[in-house]
T-cell receptor
Framework: DAKTTQPPSMDCAEGRAANLPCNHS???????VYWYRQIHSQGPQYIIH???NNETNEMASLIITEDRKSSTLILPHATLRDTAVYYC?????????????FGTGTRLTIIP | DAGVTQSPTHLIKTRGQQVTLRCSPK?????VSWYQQALGQGPQFIFQ???????QRGNFPDRFSGHQYPNYSSELNVNALLLGDSALYLC??????????????FGPGTRLTVL
């Protein structure tokens, strides 16, 4: 699985959009970008994934650059409950490969 | 619908002992993975079970072993415990099949302390 690079920490004001960057410059053509988050004392929670098109769901939006070497997770209206560690993961999504390779993630703090 | 459950929530052992951690997957899920998360680090993949067999394994020694039962529940066993095995152990489950490649559901974890 390709390596990812994320800033160790970020702050965001409550109600504003939180934009979390991820660099994955060695990503292969068949690797997807996944985002998970881990709220303190809980297991990681799936947020969103994408291959090359931008994606949106009820939790967040994922913007992937055209060359696929980086991406941004957007939480449109951050709340205090969004304070967590956010992990960007790159992996091949196929049957039999369930391994998620977590880095150290970005610790996002939402400021009231 | 209960999500992924793990037991016990906390456990204290001494070096050299053996430990068994348990996981019940989300209802209907047939694939279970185990992760180790040291303090301040991201989770590290240990192994994955499907159809009662270990299908994929991370870079962990043979002291780490597992089992999956016909009801899909799973156990993680660690022998000859070392101080460095102190960590949060996470279980994740998902449905197998091409339609379910993407989302894994994690339990709250078991906090193991080795003294």
């Amino acid at each position: 699985d390709a390596k990812t690079t994320q800033p160790p920490s970020m702050d965001c004001a409550e109600g504003r959009a939180a934009n979390l960057p991820c660099n994955h410059s060695t990503i292969s053509g068949n690797e997807y970008v996944y985002w998970y988050r881990q709220i303190h004392s809980q297991g990681p929670q799936y947020i969103i994934h994408g291959l090359k098109n931008n994606e949106t769901n009820e939790m967040a939006s994922l913007i992937i650059t055209e060359d696929r070497k980086s991406s941004t997770l957007i939480l449109p209206h951050a709340t205090l409950r969004d304070t967590a560690v956010y992990y960007c993961i790159v992996r091949v999504a196929n049957f039999g490969n369930e391994k998620l390779t977590f880095g150290t993630g970005t610790r996002l703090t939402i400021i009231p | 619908d209960a999500g992924v459950t793990q037991s016990p929530t906390h456990l204290i052992k001494t070096r050299g002992q053996q430990v068994t951690l348990r996981c019940s997957p989300k209802s209907g899920h047939d694939t279970v993975s185990w992760y180790q998360q040291a303090l301040g680090q991201g989770p590290q993949f240990i192994f994955q079970y499907y159809e009662e067999e270990e299908r994929q394994r991370g870079n962990f020694p043979d002291r780490f072993s597992g089992h999956q039962y016909p009801n899909y529940s799973s156990e993680l066993n660690v022998n000859a415990l070392l101080l460095g095995d102190s960590a949060l152990y996470l279980c994740a489950s998902k449905l197998s099949g091409l339609l379910y490649l993407n989302e894994q559901f994690f339990g709250p974890g078991t906090r193991l302390t080795v003294l």
